[in-house]
């Protein structure tokens, strides 16, 4: 039976905590719930068929073995500070951006094992892409047991800390860039004389599509393009344009713009 805790109810947080959900089975399964604002409990708990406690984040942390860390980095310290005191130790899973987990050790205190993590937002439909990195005192299995919640609602891979800026610049920020490109595919398909609505659909699920076929073949993107780029066709003269007007370096520069942001957040 995990003992898991929540604090902080938002979209994030809830995503992840009904992922485990369906991961795991009600029966294998006791949540406790905190968040600042009661409708954001309610809703959440309303959503689940575990059993479900609420409380203060105190009393959460002091019922479960886990607790996911999903307020915002500037609540962050003021939260851990207040829950240095619960007796006991446990794993503090945090996905909040930019935060370090030396300075979560320190807030919580040295008997707590920290992981850091970074999820991103599809996770709010169950296609998300989140890394993590162990604190000084988090054991493998803690590791095995973030990697269970967070790939409960897509993939998760441990990495090292350092990395996990660059994670951030990514996928953390990467569903805004493709949002972005969605978005473009589509106003050229309208420019083109389609109508709106067909699209979107079709620029939408063409990303889907593309970004499925590098995932289940395995194979690399540049292979992929290949297959589908003929000798003085239409789509060798599409990708004149894009590499004329700079995407690949425009997208290359925004993960790295978004990863210096991330480190400069965390100082």
Not at 230 to 237: E, H, V
Request: with cysteine; proline share 4%; aromatic share 2%.
């Amino acid at each position: 039976m995990l003992k898991l805790g929540l604090i902080g109810c938002g979209k994030m947080g809830g995503a992840l905590l009904r992922g485990v959900e369906k991961a795991l089975g009600k029966e294998a399964l006791l949540v406790a719930l905190s968040d600042v604002v009661p409708a954001a409990v309610s809703a959440l708990k309303e959503g689940l068929t575990c059993t479900v406690t609420t409380g203060t984040p105190a009393e959460v942390a002091a019922a479960s073995d886990v607790i996911l860390l999903a307020v915002k980095p500037g609540d962050m310290q003021a939260l851990c500070t207040g829950l240095s005191s619960v007796p006991g130790s446990r794993l503090y899973l945090s996905i909040a951006a930019g935060l370090k987990v030396v300075d979560l050790e320190s807030w919580l205190g040295s008997a707590q094992r920290v992981i850091r993590s970074m999820p991103n937002t599809p996770a709010l439909v169950a296609t998300g892409a989140a890394a993590f990195a162990r604190g000084s005192s988090a054991t493998l299995e803690d590791a095995a047991l973030a990697k269970k919640i967070l790939g409960a609602v897509g993939t998760a891979d441990e990495v090292s800390e350092k990395l996990l800026d660059a994670v951030t610049g990514l996928s953390g920020s990467g569903p805004a860039y493709i949002y972005t490109v969605i978005e473009a595919l589509a106003d050229g398909g309208v420019l083109m004389g389609l109508p709106r609505g067909a699209a979107l659909t079709l620029a939408a699920q063409t990303v889907a599509g593309a970004a499925k076929m590098v995932l289940e073949t395995g194979k690399h993107p540049a292979v992929l393009r290949d297959e589908v780029t003929s000798p003085g066709g239409t789509t060798i003269a599409g990708l004149e344009q894009l590499e004329a007007h700079g995407l690949r370096n425009a997208l290359i520069q925004a993960v790295r713009a978004a990863t210096e942001r991330s480190l400069v957040m965390g100082k």
